[in-house]
């Protein structure tokens, strides 16, 4: 939740669910009274993700859920693509990247590195249907050290070159890499 907006459909949402008792929801947080059943805490977790929320349970998920969010933001950042990401997520979350690694690793099952790449190809796959930069300039824009290594990295992850996919290309949303 990031504004008062969420606050409140947050609390429309919660107290669509007659088995919750709602005791106030703020920034990021939901509490209820008592200990709600799995059952219960489910059917909530489904209504807030077709609102489109995302349900954090644990620490893990937090932290998970805060790395993507800067990683996201670094791949919007021109700098955002050559910077010392081990360092700024250290810096961000005050734990080691070792530890953040493990973390990730273990609830999403690939790398952070892997899912930066990810969000580095759904950055050049929209800079390539946007048709306004040529193609070392988004080599450059997203961190690759030249046209042939973008290439490459675009094709192992895509199936295809960049000059196919600016033909024929669709992108996901961020949020589902």
Same mark, same amino acid.
């Given at each position: ?8 459909? #947050?609390? +429309? #949402? ?7 008792? @709602? ?14 059943? *799995?059952? #219960? $805490? *489910?059917?909530?977790? *489904?209504? @807030?993700?077709?609102?489109? =929320? +995302? ?8 932290? #998970?859920?805060? $790395? ?5 933001? @670094? ?9 010392? $990401?081990?360092?700024? &997520? ?6 080691? =990247?070792?530890? &953040?690694?493990?973390? =990730? ?6 790398? %952070? ?7 580095? %190809? ?5 800079? &390539?249907? *946007?048709?306004?930069?040529? @193609?070392?300039?988004i080599a450059f824009v997203t961190g690759f050290s030249?046209?042939?290594? &973008?290439?490459?990295? =675009?094709?192992?992850?895509? /199936? ?6 600016? +033909?024929? /290309? ?8």
């Open positions: 939740m990031v504004c008062r907006h969420c606050v409140a459909k #947050v609390a +429309e #949402v919660t107290s669509r669910i007659p088995s919750l008792n @709602l005791l106030g929801v703020e920034l990021g947080s939901v509490t209820v009274e008592g200990n709600p059943s *799995d059952e #219960v $805490i *489910d059917r909530l977790d *489904d209504e @807030l993700r077709r609102e489109g =929320f +995302e349900v954090i349970r644990s620490r893990e998920e937090a932290i #998970v859920s805060e $790395i993507k969010s800067r990683l996201m933001e @670094l791949s919007r950042e021109g700098d955002g693509m050559r910077a010392d $990401i081990a360092a700024i &997520l250290q810096d961000r979350l005050h734990m080691s =990247f070792r530890n &953040l690694s493990r973390i =990730f690793a273990s609830t999403e099952g690939r790398t %952070i590195e892997n899912y930066f790449t990810a969000l580095r %190809i759904e950055r050049i796959k929209e800079l &390539l249907l *946007d048709g306004q930069m040529p @193609l070392s300039e030249s046209v042939p290594h &973008l290439s490459t990295r =675009f094709k192992q992850a895509t /199936g295809m070159t960049p000059t196919q996919f600016r +033909e024929i /290309g669709v992108r996901i949303p961020l949020s589902d890499v």
